[in-house]
């Protein structure tokens, strides 16, 4: 890596709807700092309503990196955004701005703090033989597999990431050993920034009420026209980007298949669980001081100016 492991970046994470984007907006102005995106979903162009990203009129107040980069039928992995990440940031400092990084996809921050792991590979039957055996069982069945022989993984994957939940089984086959604990450690010694992460801490009844606000808001704010116009532009239901929460659901009330009422539920439901499932990847790391917010934002800006200016002294 070309970044030296002296630049100071501020990560704010959490689950979805628990503030991220006005805290990492609010700590930018006072710190004159720009914003990297780190949120799986706003990299996607015409996704905008449903991923929640932030408006035209707060990317005009700061500048934000990583949104809207590709289109709804490209690929972006988590070692594309840390190559995206490390451009922005050197692009970013060069100008003499600080680095705000905020989003809740835990795979992103991990490879832009920690990079990624090179983890066993196998000989491919292994491999062919558990997607054949997923062809059968489902993906859920082989979620539930990996759940007993490693929750700490199967706790952070939804059951539509087969190839992640597929590689993670073909890694316990291979070695015995968790691919969690695998990660752990072989990886992630070297740290290549030197960051402070603050994570967003909303009690559970409050945070599921934020979603259901959020979900009503979405579909208020046009959801509907949104996907209607993504399907009419080509970008069809078996993409990964039209999979996701929100974009699925609505899909599937715009052919038909689901009532609205039935739509809204179950895009409530689905954010709520993975809302669960961010917050049980988030604590499971040491390293993030956890906050509620807006009650403590001005502790928040207290530790992120003590922390930036402890380089600038």
Not at 40 to 61: F, N, V
Not at 123 to 128: D, N
Not at 202 to 229: K, N, P, S, T
Request: hydrophobic share 40%; charged share 25%.
């Amino acid at each position: 890596m070309s970044q030296a492991p002296t630049t100071k970046i501020l990560v704010i994470c959490g689950p979805t709807a628990s503030g991220k984007s006005e805290l990492a907006l609010r700590l930018a102005h006072n710190l004159g700092a720009e914003i990297v995106n780190a949120d799986s979903m706003q990299i996607y162009r015409g996704l905008d309503i449903g991923t929640a990203k932030p408006s035209s009129e707060h990317q005009a107040e700061i500048r934000h990196h990583l949104i809207d980069v590709i289109d709804p039928d490209q690929q972006f992995s988590a070692a594309d955004f840390s190559d995206a990440a490390d451009a922005a940031i050197r692009e970013i400092t060069s100008r003499g701005k600080r680095v705000i990084v905020a989003g809740g996809t835990g795979l992103y921050i991990r490879a832009l703090l920690g990079g990624l792991v090179d983890s066993p590979s196998g000989a491919g039957e292994i491999r062919q033989a558990l997607q054949d055996e997923a062809g059968i069982l489902g993906n859920e069945a082989m979620l539930e597999k990996l759940r007993q022989v490693d929750p700490e993984m199967a706790a952070g994957l939804h059951p539509n990431n087969l190839v992640r939940i597929v590689r993670a089984l073909e890694v316990h086959r291979l070695t015995g050993i968790p691919l969690s604990r695998y990660q752990k450690e072989h990886a992630f010694a070297t740290r290549r920034y030197d960051s402070l992460q603050i994570g967003i801490s909303v009690e559970r009844g409050l945070l599921y009420e934020r979603i259901e606000e959020r979900v009503e808001q979405m579909l208020a704010g046009g959801l509907l026209r949104e996907v209607d116009a993504l399907l009419a532009n080509g970008f069809g239901r078996e993409l990964k980007s039209m999979r996701s929460i929100g974009y699925k659901e609505s899909t599937a009330h715009l052919c038909g298949e689901l009532s609205a009422d039935e739509m809204a539920r179950l895009i409530k439901r689905d954010t709520r669980h993975y809302a669960k499932r961010q917050m049980t990847w988030f604590k499971a790391d040491p390293d993030i001081l956890w906050f509620e917010y807006p009650e403590k934002f001005d502790t928040i800006l207290k530790y992120s100016i003590k922390f930036f200016d402890h380089q600038e002294a």
